[in-house]
């Protein structure tokens, strides 16, 4: 049977920036972590979608290979306050370790066990 590890986190927005940066690492050296990326307002009652892009191609599903990181850029333009960051493993993984950058509050790392 297949395990579904949901794990998720709280980022602030900032007011003039309409992108947040994620890079997500995998920090497992045996293992490929293939998950799907949720990103909604923290507030919303509908929890709309946020367009998540990597390298300009929009994506919510992606796989990272053992010890490799990506960044993903989310468009947050619509939102005010703060974003839910969901990460869905559908085999393995224990959930997700998040790193904040306190020079650049826009961006955020999140390793996966």
């Not at 390298?55 to 010890?67: S, Y």
């Amino acid at each position: 049977m297949s395990k579904t590890n949901v794990s998720r986190c709280t980022i602030p927005t900032k007011k003039d920036n309409d992108n947040l940066y994620v890079k997500v690492k995998n920090k497992n050296q045996k293992l490929s972590r293939q998950f799907t990326m949720n990103v909604y307002g923290k507030d919303s009652s509908k929890k709309e979608l946020l367009p998540v892009y990597v390298d300009d191609q929009p994506t919510h599903i992606d796989t990272l290979e053992p010890g490799t990181e990506k960044v993903y850029r989310i468009d947050v333009s619509s939102v005010e306050g703060k974003v839910t960051f969901e990460i869905i493993q559908e085999r393995g993984g224990s959930g997700i370790k998040v790193s904040r950058n306190s020079k650049n509050p826009t961006s955020v790392e999140l390793h996966i066990k």
